[in-house]
């Protein structure tokens, strides 16, 4: 596979994204509306 | 008649187009990490019910193993790739959620040392890496890219120099290759030589997370030992991330002073953009957790959480490595690698034992 390696603006905007996905993802399961998940 | 050519803009697909390309790549991704979930309880379960003699092998070491057959054998299919390309998302992911398993005391106390640690490290690495490229007659840049990469955060830190020390396209890709390939190798040294002279998780994590240069390896590494040491590789490498900026700017002014780069005018803005910013997310996760934001089963909740990003993440790095093309890019640059990791891995482990038998509580 050849490598594609992110810029430095692109990994900003994959940091920023996963930063986002995050946070939506811990208040969604800070007030309860995602059940617990499991492993 | 003279013919004229009509530019066509280039256009770029629209953001649900790219969504969409990225479909089976990612179904790849997480197809690959639950097959080797499924392995690992197999074997497990054929080993405990009926005696059979099948080794323990966690589902992290399966999915990599798994990715390394397709991309070395038949190869990742063109359909595939824009989706495998989001494995970095999914590491990010993980990282950040891992912030939910660490009180902010532990960041502190851990990621302190690591700090001092990576300190130590940073002077011998850039050191040893600078003298092995004179001896074996690097090209300077590569040279300069081999110890940005091997020092600090491998493929991410070779990319922000990039901008900086203005390296030729080939020095670049070399550089990553070196990297890599050398990443790849510690995927397996690193956890032979962990069990060899029995550490303890978080000693054996801290090391993974000091001396491992790319994060997902680093990150691999120490989830390979165990999920405790997983988790403290992902402190001491976010730790080490955090110097990128530092150690570029270093390089960035050097070769400016020499008229080979441009100067960098606006330094603080220089070290804000090279900082790696998912670490900020794992910071205010951890934050969260230390005030008492969640409860103890949201905490497991987040914790789950970042299992289940790592597991794409973890099928991303053996599918993206591809080691024919890792091998032809000329012997010295790995050379110079390889005999810079030793070093590396040997000073960083001299240290971490060193710190674990002077008081540091485990």
């Known amino acids: 596979m050849a490598h594609e390696h992110p810029s430095t603006a692109a990994q900003l905007k994959i940091d920023l994204l996963a930063i986002g996905i995050a946070m939506v993802f811990a208040g969604l399961i800070r007030f309860n509306i995602l059940p617990l998940i499991k492993w | 008649m003279s013919t ?3 530019p066509i803009p280039a256009t770029t697909p629209s953001l649900p187009t790219r969504i969409l390309r990225t479909l089976p790549g990612v179904g790849l991704l997480f197809g690959i990490g639950l097959l080797g979930k499924t392995l690992e309880h197999t074997f497990t379960l054929l080993r405990v ?9 966690e589902y992290v070491l399966w999915a990599i193993l798994l990715g390394l057959l397709i991309s070395n054998t038949i190869g990742v299919a063109r359909i595939f790739r824009p989706g495998v ?8 992911l993980g990282i950040v959620f891992v912030g939910a398993r660490f009180l902010m005391q532990d960041v502190l106390q851990i990621g302190g040392l690591s700090l001092g640690l990576v300190a130590v490290e940073l002077i011998l ?18 040279t300069s890219l081999l110890a940005i990469g091997s020092s600090i955060c491998g493929v991410t830190a070779i990319m922000a120099a990039q901008g900086a020390i203005e390296p030729e396209e080939e020095e670049t890709s070399t550089a990553i290759a070196a990297i890599l390939m050398l990443g790849a190798l510690a995927l397996f040294t690193f956890p032979a030589v962990g069990h060899a002279l029995h550490m303890g998780d978080q000693a054996y994590g801290m090391w993974a997370g000091l001396a491992v240069d790319n994060t997902a390896e680093a990150t691999v590494t120490g989830a390979i030992y165990s999920d405790t ?8 490498k976010t730790a080490r991330s955090s110097f990128i900026g530092f150690v ?3 390089y960035a002014v050097y070769w400016a002073s020499k008229g080979k780069a441009a100067v960098v005018e606006n330094k603080a803005l220089f070290l804000w953009e090279k900082f790696p910013k998912f670490i900020l997310g794992f910071l205010a996760i951890s934050v969260m957790a230390t005030t008492g934001f969640f409860t103890a089963p949201q905490l497991t909740s987040l914790s789950n959480l970042s299992r289940w990003a790592f597991l794409p993440a973890f099928a991303g790095v053996g599918l993206r490595t591809n080691l024919r093309d890792l091998v032809g890019r000329g012997w010295r640059p790995l050379v110079v690698g390889f005999l ?8 960083t482990l001299g240290l971490v034992y060193w ?8």
């Open chain 2, 4 to 6: 004229q050519t009509i």
């Open chain 2, 49 to 57: 019910r009926y005696h059979l003699f099948l080794p323990q092998i």
């Open chain 2, 85 to 92: 390309a989001t494995y970095e998302l999914w590491l990010k």
């Open chain 2, 125 to 142: 690495s850039l050191s040893v890496m600078t003298l092995l490229g004179r001896i074996f007659k690097l090209p300077p840049k590569l």
């Open chain 2, 229 to 236: 040491a997983g988790r403290f590789a992902v402190l001491a």
């Open chain 2, 248 to 250: 570029v700017l270093g």
């Open chain 2, 340 to 347: 810079g990791e030793i070093f590396i891995a040997t000073v």
């Open chain 2, 355 to 362: 710190s674990y038998n002077h008081g540091v509580p485990r």
